[in-house]
């Protein structure tokens, strides 16, 4: 099983910008579709953006629609998401997952990920 760790993580003010990676160990990931998620204080973790094996195809919550980017290098076994224009709403733990692309859908459902990273806090203020 691939082991994943998350970095980038900080305190920013609204309409800042950060850019979280994910690096992978254990296993390439070249075979898997990547997802971001976040939970924040008191919710339910929720689905962020996903990225395909290969790179070709994204997929996105609509709340980061057009201000977050998720990308991959299979060369660097990482996977990343770049946050601009945050918002405090966009406090939370980011966590990345993997999702092996066989057998699995596009974009992946939450149950086909069974890689979690530790996650990395991203808190964003007024």
């Known amino acids: 099983q691939v082991q994943l760790v998350e970095s980038g993580g900080d305190l920013v003010q609204a309409g800042g910008s950060l850019r979280l990676s994910c690096a992978a160990s254990g296993r390439a990931i070249s075979s898997a579709h990547m997802g971001w998620f976040r939970q924040a204080p008191g919710k339910e973790r929720e689905f962020v953006a996903a990225?395909?094996?290969?790179?070709?195809?994204?997929y996105y919550t609509d709340s980061v629609k057009g201000r977050f980017t998720i990308s991959r290098d299979n060369a660097k076994n990482t996977v990343y998401l770049q946050m601009n224009s945050l918002k405090p709403e966009d406090t939370a733990v980011y966590y990345c997952a993997a999702a092996s692309r066989y057998g699995a859908s596009w974009p992946p459902r939450d149950h086909d990920y069974n890689s979690w990273g530790q996650g990395t806090q991203v808190t964003v203020s007024s």
């Open positions: 990225i395909s094996w290969g790179g070709g195809r994204t």
